[in-house]
């Protein structure tokens, strides 16, 4: 089994930045791809960022792109999602999540999640 927990959520205002960050424990060996979903009140939960198992392929939901960027840091089992130019409407629950080596390089994403951490963006 596999622990994700994130942080690095909270308070901060329009144009501002955050660092959310994703730590990886128990049979990290299954890990493969990791990425990002948020869900605001009232909405589906939705992409907005994963990363391939050695951090060559990135891929954005297009309300993020240019502002957000996924990263991984594989030799700490974490990863990262640096997010500048907030705005009020990147407000939602993050929640990191990770996908589970299914043989022949097959990765299946997403298979473990973590609790969540709340981003506010309000002035």
């Known amino acids: 089994q596999v622990q994700l927990v994130e942080a690095g959520g909270g308070l901060v205002q329009p144009g501002g930045s955050l660092r959310l960050s994703c730590a990886a424990s128990g049979s990290i060996f299954s890990i493969c791809t990791m990425g990002w979903y948020r869900q605001a009140p009232g909405k589906q939960r939705e992409l907005v960022a994963f990363i391939s198992s050695g951090g060559g392929t990135t891929n954005y939901a297009d309300s993020v792109k240019g502002r957000f960027t996924i990263s991984r840091d594989n030799a700490k089992n974490t990863v990262y999602l640096q997010m500048n130019s907030l705005k009020p409407e990147d407000t939602a629950v993050y929640y990191c999540?990770?996908?589970?080596?299914?043989?022949?390089?097959?990765?299946?994403?997403?298979?473990?999640w973590g609790q969540g951490t709340q981003v506010t963006v309000s002035s």
């Open positions: 999540n990770a996908g589970k080596k299914a043989g022949s390089g097959f990765c299946r994403y997403p298979e473990y």
